[in-house]
T-cell receptor, first 111, second 112 residues
Framework: EDQVTQSPEALRLQEGESSSLNCSYTVSGLRGLFWYRQDPGKGPEFLFTLYSAGEEKEKERLKATLTKKESFLHITAPKPEDSATYLCAVQAGGNAGKSTFGDGTTLTVKP | NAGVTQTPKFQVLKTGQSMTLQCAQDMNHEYMSWYRQDPGMGLRLIHYSVGAGITDQGEVPNGYNVSRSTTEDFPLRLLSAAPSQTSVYFC???????????FGDGTRLSIL
């Protein structure tokens, strides 16, 4: 059974204070690992896809990295508008292509 | 493009009532899914479809039915609502397996 564990559950940062969110996973044959951002009352919004260990993706203040067991979402010099819940999901190989989501990390950035 | 559209946005039901949550996408995506999200938790897969006429069960399918008669629409039916089905329901679509999903803004469902 595929499993995704995200830590910490909640993270409070001061504006400009860099940190990282962790996503540990077990999956039988990784097809892809996805990071999403979810704002209150909204559906998740896609951020990054990572397909193989060693891969990195960047977008503004966010950088996602992938190893064979975990992924990190690094946030550099965050701003209050980065406050949201960040969800990690894995998709296994095979015909189904179903995604398994973690419970998310809720990030609060104080000005 | 509207993306993924879910209706209604809010609904209150009584135990035992039935209803259909609507989901439509205009991106010609083959892959569509229904998730539920409970407070403080991630998304749990209810049912999914890899194309018109093809559906399969996810992690928590009991109490829900789906059908996929067209590429665009993927309705979710609650046959006899129970309080345990109080949740926020999200519909998502993607071009294919291995591609990122596009989500609607959810239906907030309360069952009394």
């Amino acid at each position: 059974e595929d499993q995704v564990t995200q830590s910490p559950e909640a993270l409070r940062l001061q504006e400009g204070e860099s940190s990282s969110l962790n996503c540990s996973y077990t999956v039988s044959g990784l097809r892809g690992l996805f990071w999403y951002r979810q704002d209150p009352g909204k559906g998740p919004e896609f951020l990054f896809t990572l397909y193989s260990a060693g891969e990195e993706k960047e977008k503004e203040r966010l950088k996602a990295t992938l190893t064979k067991k975990e992924s990190f979402l690094h946030i550099t010099a965050p701003k209050p508008e980065d406050s949201a819940t960040y969800l990690c999901a894995v998709q296994a190989g095979g015909n189904a292509g179903k995604s398994t989501f973690g419970d998310g990390t809720t990030l609060t950035v104080k000005p | 493009n509207a993306g993924v559209t879910q209706t209604p946005k809010f609904q209150v039901l009584k135990t035992g009532q039935s209803m259909t949550l609507q989901c439509a996408q205009d991106m010609n995506h083959e892959y569509m899914s229904w998730y539920r999200q409970d407070p403080g938790m991630g998304l749990r897969l209810i049912h999914y479809s890899v194309g018109a006429g093809i559906t399969d069960q996810g992690e928590v399918p009991n109490g829900y039915n789906v059908s996929r008669s067209t590429t665009e629409d993927f309705p979710l039916r609650l046959l006899s609502a129970a309080p345990s089905q109080t949740s926020v329901y999200f519909c998502a679509s993607s071009y294919n397996k291995g591609q990122p999903q596009h989500f609607g803004d959810g239906t907030r469902l309360s069952i009394l």
